[in-house]
């Protein structure tokens, strides 16, 4: 998770993840869109559900990546936003 306040003009955080496989990312979106809906927080937007390189899901605030291995390295958000702030962040 990368802090981009400041940075970014179109959402406060980032999430990047990796999936192993297409089937694991379209769980992924799946699971953050359930947990997100327990908060009472619907997505704004989804693009590439089900696509086997790149799924992104904007929440406003906080936009998740979820991306396959390769994709990930070839679009290298974590360098692209390097002037972010990693947020050490843990489940409660």
Same mark, same amino acid.
């Given at each position: 998770?990368?802090?981009?306040?400041?940075?970014? %003009?179109?959402?406060?955080?980032?999430?990047?993840?990796? =999936?192993?496989? @297409?089937? !694991?990312?379209?769980?992924? *979106?799946?699971?953050? $869109? $359930?947990? #997100? #809906? =327990?908060? =009472?927080?619907? @997505?704004?937007?989804?693009?590439?559900? =089900?696509?086997? !390189?790149?799924?992104?899901?904007?929440?406003?605030?906080?936009? *998740?990546?979820?991306?396959? $291995?390769? #994709?990930?390295?070839?679009?290298?958000?974590?360098?692209?936003?390097?002037? #972010?702030?990693?947020?050490?962040?843990? %489940? !409660?």
């Amino acid at each position: 998770m990368l802090d981009v306040r400041g940075i970014s %003009p179109v959402t406060d955080y980032m999430v990047l993840a990796t =999936g192993t496989s @297409p089937r !694991q990312m379209k769980t992924v *979106v799946d699971d953050v $869109e $359930e947990l #997100a #809906a =327990g908060q =009472g927080l619907t @997505p704004f937007s989804r693009s590439g559900y =089900g696509s086997e !390189q790149w799924t992104l899901i904007d929440f406003v605030d906080v936009i *998740v990546h979820i991306f396959r $291995e390769d #994709a990930r390295l070839y679009y290298d958000l974590d360098n692209l936003w390097g002037d #972010a702030r990693p947020v050490d962040w843990k %489940p !409660q």
